[in-house]
């Protein structure tokens, strides 16, 4: 089934160490994006790459990294966690073309504890 | 700047009842789209509807239906004899300006979502 994959599912992760979280997806969408949620604050945009070779920004990019080395891959790397980057992290994709391309395909998330 | 707000935290309703879920927006952009995403307990979001500023049309999908108003800036979400398996969070989101038409298509900007529970 063409999607998005997540992994891992759920992780548990000290304070000050690194951790990559990894998505790939198989449906050829141009744009990917990583959002985190948290509980009264929806879904907030940490980085997004409009095609492969290319990252931006998003509204909460500080302590996130990402690579679009390729397409269908798009890894979030937390450099040294805190415990505030306890969430979970939904990664997502949308196609290039203009019909549709806004619309978002989520992965499943990945929840990420930080003690 | 671009901004939504759920101001229903939490809603309980009995099965078969009609349940609304409100979304007010902002934003100074003539272009943007509107859209509602649903968050079942297995955590994965799902897309339900997409409404660009142009089209002020209320749409209907079987038992969910969506109205939309520019002068209130409303994109009010109506389950009509609600059940069970509509037990979800559900989000609104927003996406204007350069980002609705140009390059960084999913820069969505979503609201606080809505936790909706639906009893037998």
């Known amino acids: 089934i063409a999607g998005i994959t997540q992994a891992p599912t759920s992780q548990i992760l000290a304070a000050g160490r690194r951790m990559t979280l990894r998505c790939t997806q198989d449906?050829?969408?141009?744009?990917m994006y990583w959002y985190r949620q948290d509980l009264g604050l929806g879904l907030r945009l940490i980085h997004y790459?409009?095609?492969?070779?290319?990252?931006g920004k998003g509204e909460v990019p500080d302590g996130y990294s990402v690579s679009r080395a390729n397409t269908d891959d798009f890894p979030l790397t937390l450099a040294s966690a805190v415990p505030s980057q306890t969430s979970v992290y939904f990664c997502?994709?949308?196609?290039?073309?203009?019909?549709?391309?806004?619309?978002?395909?989520f992965g499943a998330g990945s929840r990420l504890t930080v003690l | 700047a671009q901004k939504v707000t759920q101001a229903q935290t939490e809603i309980s309703v009995v099965e078969k009842e009609d349940v609304t879920l409100d979304c007010v927006y902002e934003?100074?952009?003539?272009?943007?789209?509107l859209f509602w995403y649903k968050q079942p307990p297995s955590g994965e979001l799902v897309f339900l509807i997409r409404r660009n500023s142009f089209d002020e049309q209320n749409e209907i999908s079987g038992r969910y239906s969506w109205n939309f108003q520019k002068s209130t800036s409303s994109f009010n979400f109506t389950i009509t004899a609600s059940q069970v398996v509509d037990s979800a969070v559900y989000f609104c989101?927003?996406?204007?300006?350069?980002?609705?038409?140009?390059?960084?298509?999913?820069?969505?900007?979503f609201g606080q979502g809505t936790i909706l529970t639906v009893h037998p």
């Open positions: 449906m050829r969408h141009n744009a």
């Open positions: 989101a927003l996406i204007s300006g350069a980002n609705a038409g140009g390059t960084s298509y999913g820069k969505l900007t």
């Open positions: 934003t100074r952009d003539t272009t943007y789209y």
């Open positions: 997502a994709s949308s196609a290039g073309a203009a019909s549709g391309a806004n619309v978002l395909t």
């Open positions: 790459s409009n095609t492969a070779g290319t990252t």
